[in-house]
């Protein structure tokens, strides 16, 4: 069986030593770093190329979020999953913008964060009920800051690339897509890619918790 491999990067070496042991004692990820900072996380994902990285958010010097968006001008070809302990709309928002692949909580259990992992490996949408909760909550307050998530008009949107949103809102991979519409792979991604254009967003993700808040009901319950 090939293996995921793994980048961790948290500055708490317990925490992170225990993360190793974890993913290691796995029979499908093989942790390939570690870094104990965000520059030193940056450079190890440069140099190691892992499929995967998990990112605490809260660190002396580079905040995760710093290292999120150097590693999206850097443009490598790796899943970046934030695992912290902060519930800050904000930064959340914030991550998801700069193409976090999956937003988990610290408190999450061992076995779902492997399964959070490998879901995520697949193509599928990761985020945590209690975090879905936060941007529902955000949506409905109507309060709104630059990092909000825009609220698109769904009424332009073709049959399949409507097909294409409710999928991904239900944490569906690309090649679950197009098994459930009979189509190929390529063909949903073009759809994901007109769908982040036309809603001026920047990641599956921002689908599905745009999904999730439920936008697309309220949007017709205006009209």
């Known amino acids: 069986m090939d293996c995921t491999t793994l980048l961790l990067i948290d500055d ?13 004692a796995s029979d499908d990820f093989e942790v390939v770093g570690q870094a104990a900072s965000g520059r030193e996380g940056i450079n190890l994902a440069v140099s190691l190329a892992p499929q995967q990285v998990l990112l605490d958010l809260h660190m002396p010097g ?27 709309r904000a930064e959340l928002l914030t991550a998801l913008r700069l193409g976090a692949s999956g937003y988990v909580l610290k408190e999450t259990e061992p076995d779902a964060l492997l399964s959070y992992m490998r879901n995520c490996h697949k193509g599928a949408i990761v985020l945590d009920s209690t975090l879905v909760a936060l941007l529902a909550d955000q949506a409905e307050s109507g309060s709104r800051t630059t990092h909000d998530l825009d609220l698109p008009d769904t009424g332009n949107l073709t049959e399949r690339e409507g097909q294409t949103l409710a999928l991904i809102g239900a944490g569906m991979s690309n090649k679950q897509i197009g098994r459930e519409l009979g189509i190929s792979d390529g063909t949903v991604k073009i759809y994901v890619r007109n769908l982040l254009q036309k809603f001026s967003l920047h990641s599956r993700l921002e689908l599905a918790a745009w999904v999730h808040n439920g936008a697309s009901t309220r949007h017709e319950e205006r009209h």
């Open 62 to 88: 580079l905040s995760g979020l710093q290292v999120l968006d150097e590693l999206r001008q850097l443009r490598l070809d790796c899943q970046v999953v934030v695992l912290t302990a902060s519930m800050d």
């Open 12 to 24: 708490h070496p317990l925490f992170r030593k225990g993360l190793a042991q974890l993913f290691d």
